[in-house]
């Protein structure tokens, strides 16, 4: 009897302990449930973490954007409002002239000089705005596309009406111009502030500019009147070397020192021709003549190339007897090109900033870049062999295998330490592109 209860009990135990076995199994089984269940809510709470903050991010470059889109906003209707100040004014100047009961030469003096007046503060207002914009703008990096608008508006609202057209709905009004522009422009304008503390030159005087280069001509074809920003600025831009010509040491320094004139050039290379220079320098009328695209760039691949350009300029630039001597060294600058328009109104904008005038002359090849075909005409009459440099202004010369050069004939042999220099300075000029 007793071994029956024990047997009992014995199966009672077992059946509990595995009942206990069984509930452990599921506690474990529910443990590892909310484990994993831990992990996922974990999981869930990092990735909305990180979306929380991926938003914050995009909403503070929204913002931003925004805050950008406002300023340049109020800046047009800024610029607007001193557009629609400067013609209600006008409007005032033109009534007041019906009140005025004068004599019609006292009326007309009285007008142009408030004309001129009210003229020479918005062009002071105007030219500040684009001062400060051209100095903050990061010259090592593309403008921003509000910032090229702005720019565009500005220049347009200071150039002349001839310069605004000859570039609208041309290759001209284009995005990386303005952008070269703002590069040019921090090019030159310490070189001119410079000349400017030195030499401290008479107000009204118009300062000789000459920019010593390695270029040459490519598409497209360019109106003159594109490369005269405004009317006060610039004087005249002077080319010197034929379309299609070279340009060797002794005229690039007769350039620069202002040595070079009609009677002491010669050409070297394939010139048959008997006809002569009738105009000279080449100065670029102020029309809507097409000439080809000039554009200077960088020399060679030689490291010290630049250093001793940088020497041969200082020695030139003492020898120079007018004005100031720019050479293009792109090692320099953070500039690889630069087209001769985009110089020419860099010059312009900085010359009105400085209230001073220059006249440009430059020194460098008019040789067709990259064997370009696109910028030569080839001959329609029977006897010429040779194509030319697609142009009607000046004089252009035919493109042979043998390269025409301009150079010159010393009156006075340059000094012994600058003639030494010029196998470096032809180095520069004809480097191959």
Known sequence: MMEANFEEQRKDREAALARQNTMEDMIDMMKSSLESRDKEIQLQR????????????????????????????????????????????????????????????????????????????FDVELMDTLKKFLENTSCGNDIPPQQLDELRSLLNNACSPSWRSSIEGSQQDDPSLFNALARAHSFVKPILEEYERINTPRRGEVVDLTFLA???????????????????????INLYVPWGSRLDANAAYGIVTGEISQDNIAFNGFFHEDQRLTKWPNDLPRDNTLIPNVVFTRVSPLEDAWRDMQELHS?????????????FLPETTNIDELPLVILCVAVAVAGVQLDRKYRIHIASCLYPMFDE??????????????????????????????????????DTAPSPDVEKQFPILNDYLNWPF
């Not at 906003?73 to 001193?82: I, R």
């Not at 004309?115 to 020479?120: D, F, G, I, Y």
């Open 373 to 410: 075909p696109r910028i030569l005409v080839h001959p329609t009459v029977f006897d010429e062999v040779f194509p030319r440099v697609n142009c009607d202004q000046y004089w252009n010369i035919p493109i042979s295998d043998r390269p025409v050069t301009m150079t010159m004939r010393f």
């Open 315 to 327: 020695m030139l630039q003492r020898q120079a007897r007018r004005g100031i001597c720019v050479p």
């Open 214 to 236: 390695h270029g040459g001509v490519c598409r497209p074809l360019l109106k003159c009147i594109s490369h005269y920003w405004n009317d006060e600025q610039i004087e005249s």
């Open 46 to 121: 990092e990735q909305m973490d990180n979306l929380i903050a991926t938003l914050k991010e995009q909403n503070i470059e929204v913002v931003q954007q925004m805050k950008d889109y406002d300023e340049s906003l109020a800046k047009e209707k800024a610029a607007k409002a001193a557009l629609e100040e400067r013609r209600q004014k006008s409007e005032q100047i033109s009534g007041m002239e019906s009140e005025i009961m004068i004599g019609p030469s006292t009326k007309q003096t009285i007008t142009k000089k408030m004309e001129r007046s009210l003229k020479e503060g």
